[in-house]
């Protein structure tokens, strides 16, 4: 490719869990030749680390205190993204009811935040192709100059079914019920609620397919890169 002919460029993709984010967002990057960044597993990644150390969750100031201690490293190749934490991969641990439990609640802590905004900052600043970067606020707080935001949304029947499907063997209803619940701890918290950014195009994944969600912000990054 000669220089200057593609820009890289940064999306952000937003929205809450069991919208097809995930998958959505690994595919688009694979597929654009982009870097990849699930900004959800950095918070997973550090309230994994404050569990697994004893700090008491239910204390702001006490994970306020230690924000700054773990080291914390993603890979942002879509087709393996990794995540570390003190040299530890920690793939695996961050996915567990525990972690998932209580993720909401060290997010909300400021200092929490703002260690991992600057993390994510960081990663898009560097990442040479381009980046696709997955979160809940990363077109109103983290990157608000992202090049394209987009914010996926559905029904909370559809994202339940969908979770449950990932959660072998999980209650549609209690998923149903787990996820309205964090929606509203993650829309209400003071610090960087989940919010869709003014300029940020809206896909509704109710009725589609997960490839039919691909193509379709396939196609929308296409386009902001031939505007370019």
Same mark, same amino acid.
């Given at each position: 490719?000669?220089?200057? @002919?593609? #820009? /890289?460029? +940064? !999306?952000?993709?937003?929205? *809450?869990?069991?919208?097809?984010?995930?998958?959505?967002?690994?595919? =688009?990057?694979?597929?654009?030749?982009?870097?990849?960044?699930?900004?959800?597993?950095?918070?997973?990644?550090?309230?994994?680390?404050?569990?697994?150390?004893?700090?008491?969750?239910?204390?702001?100031?006490?994970?306020?205190?230690? @924000?700054? #201690? /773990?080291? +914390? !490293?993603?890979?942002?190749? *879509?087709?393996?993204?990794?995540?570390?934490?003190?040299?530890?991969? =920690?793939?695996?641990?961050?996915?567990?009811?525990?972690?998932?439990?209580?993720?909401?609640?060290?997010?909300?802590?400021?200092?929490?935040?703002?260690?991992?905004?600057?993390?994510?900052?960081?990663?898009?600043?560097?990442?040479?192709?381009?980046?696709?970067?997955?979160?809940?606020?990363?077109?109103?707080?983290?990157?608000?100059?992202?090049?394209?935001?987009?914010?996926?949304?559905?029904?909370?029947?559809?994202?339940?079914?969908?979770?449950?499907?990932?959660?072998?063997?999980?209650?549609?209803?209690?998923?149903?019920?787990?996820?309205?619940?964090?929606?509203?701890?993650?829309?209400?918290?003071?610090?960087?609620?989940?919010?869709?950014?003014?300029?940020?195009?809206?896909?509704?994944?109710?009725?589609?397919?997960?490839?039919?969600?691909?193509?379709?912000?396939?196609?929308?990054?296409?386009?902001?890169?031939?505007?370019?």
């Amino acid at each position: 490719m000669e220089n200057g @002919a593609a #820009k /890289p460029v +940064i !999306v952000a993709i937003d929205g *809450p869990s069991g919208t097809g984010k995930s998958s959505t967002s690994k595919a =688009v990057a694979a597929q654009l030749g982009l870097s990849y960044l699930d900004t959800g597993a950095q918070y997973r990644a550090i309230t994994w680390w404050m569990v697994t150390n004893g700090i008491d969750i239910e204390d702001p100031s006490a994970i306020a205190a230690v @924000a700054g #201690k /773990p080291e +914390i !490293v993603s890979g942002t190749d *879509p087709g393996n993204p990794t995540i570390n934490v003190d040299g530890t991969d =920690v793939s695996g641990p961050i996915r567990t009811q525990e972690v998932t439990s209580k993720v909401s609640a060290v997010s909300a802590v400021p200092e929490v935040r703002a260690r991992i905004t600057e993390l994510q900052r960081s990663l898009a600043a560097s990442a040479e192709v381009g980046m696709v970067v997955e979160g809940r606020d990363i077109g109103t707080t983290v990157l608000p100059d992202a090049d394209l935001k987009i914010f996926l949304t559905a029904s909370p029947e559809a994202r339940a079914a969908r979770r449950s499907g990932e959660l072998k063997g999980a209650d549609v209803n209690a998923t149903r019920e787990a996820l309205i619940k964090r929606d509203a701890a993650d829309s209400s918290r003071k610090t960087s609620p989940l919010a869709k950014a003014d300029d940020a195009v809206e896909v509704d994944t109710t009725e589609l397919t997960l490839p039919q969600v691909i193509e379709c912000v396939v196609t929308l990054v296409e386009e902001k890169r031939a505007g370019k």
